[in-house]
């Protein structure tokens, strides 16, 4: 599961708890905005686009209870996780009107926080359309590229290997990783680059870079 069509802002005081799950979270979201109190939280929530809000409850300067108020003051709808220990439990009553979206319990568990994140984010990203250039996207539940308002055929590897590239926006894919993903690391070398020939001729986008000798990229769109 990731969430790569989305940006968090994790607020943490700790530095030991921020690398801890920055390892985790970077590789499932579009970027991690880091914050290391509530007052420089605020200012990251307005200034950046932010999809989820992670925080902790018990903070310098502002905490995440009024972290959360002022969220909500702007915005009813982004999904705020709460982090707290056992002993926050009664000052945490006083912020359950902040539709806050769920609470995890210190030491944060792997498993705990992924199912939390698949429980705020029910419907996959993978649902939805997704816009690999300002001209073309791509739509995962019907396995379908429209470009300029025209459908593009593609092969079955072909399409795995769209979604391969948008799994990994802004980072380079080498032949290797699609020879593994796609063929199970059974295909020639020469197959995969005609394969990748077809796919770029195909997909014909600027977003879509060969990176000679090594793999493709295909780049984020920000909108």
């Keep these: 599961m990731n969430f790569k069509n989305f940006n ?10 921020i690398d801890n799950l920055y390892c985790v979270l970077k590789d499932l979201f579009c970027k991690v905005f880091i914050a ?3 007052e420089e939280a605020q200012e990251k929530f307005l200034s950046e686009s932010v999809d989820l809000v992670i925080t902790d409850f018990v903070m310098p300067k502002v905490d995440g209870g009024e972290l959360a108020k002022f969220i909500r003051e702007k915005d009813r ?24 979206s769920a609470y ?39 396995k379908v590229v429209i470009k300029d308002g025209e459908s593009i055929s593609l092969t079955s590897n072909e399409i ?14 080498s032949k290797d990783i699609i020879d593994l993903e796609i063929f ?40």
Excluded at 77 to 95: A, F, Q, Y
Excluded at 160 to 173: C, F, P, S, T
């Design 184 to 223: 199970d690391g059974f295909m020639p070398e020469g197959s995969i680059r005609n394969m990748i020939y077809r796919f770029r001729k195909k997909i014909a986008s600027k977003q879509l870079k060969t990176i000679k000798g090594v793999g493709l990229m295909l780049s984020k769109v920000y909108s």
């Design 36 to 38: 290391r109190d509530g």
């Design 160 to 173: 795995k290997l769209l979604e391969l590239l948008l799994d990994n926006q802004d980072r380079v894919v």
């Design 8 to 17: 968090l802002l994790l607020v943490e005081d700790e530095q030991m708890i």
């Design 77 to 100: 709808t982004t999904p705020i996780i709460m982090m707290s220990n056992h002993t926050d439990s009664e000052k945490l009553l006083k912020i359950i009107n902040l539709n806050i």
């Design 104 to 142: 995890l319990v210190k030491p944060i568990k792997y498993e705990e926080l992924l199912d939390t994140l698949e429980g705020i984010f029910p419907k996959d990203e993978k649902e939805k359309e997704v816009k690999i250039d300002y001209n073309t996207i791509y739509n995962y539940s019907k």
